[in-house]
């Protein structure tokens, strides 16, 4: 019996959910000079002020997770027997 961990962030009225698609864009961000309203662009939030309050909600290691790592533990999902939402 497997487990699997989805990771939602709650921004207002929208869940925004932590997909591979998110962490590149997030990848992005703490490795170069994006700034909030470019993020806030990317993630289809309302300014910078929302980009602002996710970042404070994302943990770190998801932040700093590589991509293709946090690709493989998605795929791990399909054949998972449970999958937990954990909402940040």
Same mark, same amino acid.
């Given at each position: 019996?497997? $487990?699997?961990?989805? +990771?939602?962030?709650?921004?207002?009225?929208?869940?925004?959910?932590?997909?591979? @698609?998110?962490?590149?864009?997030? #990848? $992005? +961000?703490?490795?170069?000079?994006?700034?909030?309203? @470019?993020?806030?662009? =990317?993630?289809?939030?309302?300014? /910078?002020?929302?980009? +602002?309050?996710?970042? @404070?909600?994302?943990?770190? /290691?998801?932040? /700093? $997770?590589?991509?293709?790592? /946090?690709?493989?533990?998605?795929?791990?999902? =399909? #054949?998972?027997?449970?999958?937990?939402?954990? @909402?940040?």
């Amino acid at each position: 019996m497997s $487990t699997c961990r989805k +990771y939602v962030i709650k921004i207002g009225e929208k869940d925004i959910e932590i997909d591979e @698609k998110v962490v590149k864009i997030l #990848n $992005t +961000y703490v490795r170069t000079e994006m700034n909030l309203e @470019k993020l806030a662009e =990317e993630l289809g939030l309302d300014g /910078w002020s929302e980009a +602002y309050e996710f970042v @404070k909600k994302v943990p770190a /290691w998801i932040a /700093w $997770t590589p991509a293709i790592l /946090w690709k493989r533990e998605m795929e791990k999902c =399909e #054949n998972a027997s449970e999958i937990r939402i954990i @909402k940040f």
